[in-house]
């Protein structure tokens, strides 16, 4: 879309609606945005998602997000995870990508560094995410593996570290290797 084209305008008409207090109005957005959203609509949605909407509206941009085939969603989505607006939908971004079936093979780094640092819900997704990802590399699946028994060991919240564990046995799993 070029800079001010009306396909652009009705974008950022769609992405402002999502705002809206009134669901009709956000839902007529959804529908825009669905049939005529690129990569460009997920910051918006993941906006209008952590402004705590009404469950039709959250259902529906859930669903949204969970079929995303977009190009630059990956790297979209990465960005979001930074984004301390968005830190109420983390673990909404985090199920995206298994949702959607999103390959992020160059990014096992990243799912480890919030396993190991962020809440046992994050952990849990990443886990997902992991478990869900056809190819790791293996020179960064062993050197998470080190990562993450590591972290294991010294998690306090036994929640937490049970799925730390089940990390490592998917990664060793992977590795064909053991403890």
Request: hydrophobic share 45%.
């Amino acid at each position: 879309m070029s800079e001010n084209s009306p396909a652009k305008q009705r974008m950022d008409l769609a992405f402002a609606a999502l705002l809206s207090d009134d669901d009709a109005q956000a839902l007529t957005a959804l529908t825009r945005i669905e049939t005529q959203g690129d990569a460009r609509a997920i910051p918006p949605l993941l906006t209008a998602l952590a402004k705590g909407p009404s469950s039709a509206v959250q259902q529906r941009i859930t669903s949204l997000l969970y079929q995303v085939k977009a190009k630059d969603a990956v790297p979209t989505l990465l960005a979001s995870l930074e984004d301390e607006a968005l830190h109420p939908v983390r673990t909404t971004i985090l199920a995206t990508f298994w949702n959607a079936g999103l390959d992020v093979r160059d990014h096992l780094d990243r799912f480890i560094d919030i396993a190991i640092a962020g809440s046992a819900h994050e952990c849990f997704e990443c886990l997902t995410v992991i478990e869900n990802q056809e190819i790791w590399p293996e020179k960064t699946a062993r050197l998470g593996l080190a990562r993450v028994r590591k972290a294991a060991t010294s998690e306090a919240d036994a929640y937490k570290r049970s799925m730390l564990e089940d990390l490592t046995k998917e990664l060793e799993g992977r590795l064909g290797v053991s403890a």
